[in-house]
Nanobody
Framework: QVQLVESGGGLVQTGGSLRLSCAASGRTFSTTIIGWFRQAPGKAREFVAA????????YYADSVKGRFTISRDNAKNTVTLQMNSLKPEDTAVYSCAAGQYSNVPSTTAYRYWGQGTQVTVAS
């Protein structure tokens, strides 16, 4: 099993920044990629960004490219999502997920999920 705990959500004004963290524990070696997803009220969960535990490229949704940056700290088993230039449409519950390196933007690649953290961007 892999446990994922998100932190860092909150309320911010348009144009502001937030930094989300995902702390992983347990059998993290059984997974090869960590992703961030978000879900706004009444909408489907959507892919935001992903990164491999072992190096290689990062992945971003078009809607966040240039504004969000995903990074990892293998020593701490932590993945961070730095979110800049936030917009009201970024408002959602953000969840991190761990899985296998295939079809990265799809939820089907991820077996383990955190509980999520709320991000609210006020206009």
């Amino acid at each position: 099993q892999v446990q994922l705990v998100e932190s860092g959500g909150g309320l911010v004004q348009t144009g502001g920044s937030l930094r989300l963290s995902c702390a992983a524990s347990g059998r993290t070696f059984s997974t090869t990629i960590i992703g961030w997803f978000r879900q706004a009220p009444g909408k489907a969960r959507e892919f935001v960004a992903a990164i491999s535990w072992t190096g290689g490229p990062t992945y971003y949704a078009d809607s966040v490219k240039g504004r969000f940056t995903i990074s990892r700290d293998n020593a701490k088993n932590t993945v961070t999502l730095q979110m800049n230039s936030l917009k009201p449409e970024d408002t959602a519950v953000y969840s991190c997920a761990a899985g296998q390196y295939s079809n990265v933007p799809s939820t089907t690649a991820y077996r383990y999920w955190g509980q999520g953290t709320q991000v609210t961007v006020a206009s």
